[in-house]
């Protein structure tokens, strides 16, 4: 790695760093599409797995202020 690209990404631990007006699953889905690697489509599709794979799939029309700060 020599510097900043788009198929890089930072999480950080701080709870409140989901833009409020997202869904869940439109934060989720931010970082697929800001890296222009896949279709919205494919990023919802993705978005969606990794949401089953933690267990908050249930939450994903959710807002960040909804969840606890575990879930966040």
């Not at 020599?2 to 989901?18: A, C, K, N, S, Y």
């Not at 869904?23 to 931010?30: D, G, K, P, Q, S």
């Not at 697929?32 to 994903?60: G, I, N, Q, T």
Request: charged share 25%.
């Amino acid at each position: 790695m020599r510097g900043p690209g788009p198929d890089r990404i930072v999480v950080f631990q701080e709870f409140d760093q989901l833009p409020p007006w997202k869904t869940v699953l439109a934060n989720v889905m931010f970082p697929l599409l800001a890296a222009r690697r896949c279709s919205k489509a494919e990023a919802r599709e993705r978005a969606l797995d990794a949401l089953e794979k933690v267990h908050l799939a249930e939450f994903a029309g959710a807002y960040p202020h909804t969840l606890s700060g575990g879930m966040k």
